[in-house]
């Protein structure tokens, strides 16, 4: 039976810093630069002869998922990317209150000894250009939003300068340039794909989402792995609920958790918008929803959930999307203040 190791890495543009358990024993906490010969120099410093090393990392973006590559890569290292989140209250359980790169390691890797251990499977390359290019989209987009406002603001002024307003109409143009180019490029990234293409247009069929809203939500869940099933999709995006109960005195609304892919969030809220006023099943089901007392907004939450779960069942069954499995239009009740006017 081979025998485990553990191992934490702080993951940061420069540096990598490497926490490794040895036979029961914290060894020195080394350090590599966070370059490809610096990755290559931690798998040979982690993999040994009949053993087995499982190796925690923060999901912290780019800065360490060529890592994370090149780990999963290497035979005798397994390696689980962790929610930074998680992370935290990981940190806060054991009383941690001072932060720097070496307790950062020494956190994962004790982290890695006693949690779970969730192995972390490498996304195919495709998938993993079109999560960076919808990203980059996303924030362009959110860039030329903030500067088409400063030109309203600037066309109610008689104070602005012509120059700025000219500059603020050149920068909204370049940007739009560029999320186009981007999103052409996205669509030859899904278009060269069978998987993707595939993927892409089965949510084409789902009310709410065209071209654009397809992209961005398929370039987060292409990444995820296989044997996901559609309740830690859910929880991946933090859609799912949050309680928080404690004897008789604290007794607080559920909410979400957005303990997830703020990404995925994000790329929902519109398709769930448009969804919730055309669509019958789903319009019907927040009306539901708000009969029994919620607010519109949870409503939405919830329309975006039911959305997501919906595109998790027609991606893994290759089918188009049917309202009619996600909420009967005839399981819509009286509202609550009806039931009131027949009481009095």
């Known amino acids: 039976m ?4 553990f191992c934490g890495i702080d993951v940061s543009a420069k540096q990598l810093t490497v926490a490794l358990r040895h036979d029961g024993r914290r060894l020195a ?3 590599f630069p966070n370059t490809p010969q610096g990755h290559r120099s931690i798998c040979r410093y982690l993999s040994k002869p009949d053993r087995l090393v499982r190796v925690c990392l923060e999901s912290t973006g780019l800065y360490g998922l060529d890592l994370a590559i090149a780990l999963a890569q290497f035979e005798g290292i397994h390696v689980m990317v962790a929610n930074p989140r998680a992370v935290r209250r990981f940190a806060q359980a054991l009383g941690h209150r001072s932060k720097n790169d070496r307790i950062d390691a020494v956190l994962l890797e004790q ?5 779970p251990f969730e192995p972390w499977q490498p996304p195919r390359a495709a998938a993993l250009q079109l999560r960076a290019i919808t990203r980059r989209i996303r924030a362009l987009t959110h860039a030329s939003t903030a500067e088409k406002n400063r030109l309203h603001a600037a066309g109610s002024s008689q104070t602005i300068p012509t120059i700025l307003r000219r500059d603020l109409q050149s920068s909204i143009r370049h940007l739009q340039n560029s999320i186009q180019r981007l999103r052409q490029e996205a669509l030859k990234i ?17 009310p709410g989402i065209a071209s654009t809203s397809a992209l961005l939500i398929l370039g987060e869940v292409a990444t995820l792995s296989q044997d996901l099933d559609a309740r830690q999709w859910v929880a991946h995006a933090g859609l799912d609920p949050r309680h928080e109960t404690s004897g008789t005195s604290v007794n607080k609304p559920a909410h979400i958790s957005k303990a997830g892919n703020k990404y995925l969030r994000c790329a929902l809220y519109m398709p769930a918008l448009v969804a919730r006023r055309w669509q019958p099943n789903l319009k019907a089901f927040a009306l539901h929803l708000q009969a029994r007392g919620k607010k519109p907004i949870q409503a939405l939450v ?5 959305l997501l779960v919906a595109l998790f069942h027609m991606l893994q069954r290759n089918q188009t999307f049917d309202g009619s499995k996600l909420f009967k239009l005839n399981d819509t009740p009286t509202p609550l203040h009806k039931h009131a006017q027949t009481a009095a």
């Open 2 to 5: 081979l025998k485990v190791d």
């Open 29 to 31: 906490v080394r350090s």
């Open 111 to 115: 982290f890695a000894a006693r949690m």
């Open 190 to 206: 899904v278009a060269a794909d069978a998987l993707l293409k595939r993927q892409f247009d089965l949510m084409l069929t789902a």
């Open 302 to 306: 919830a329309v975006m959930r039911k």
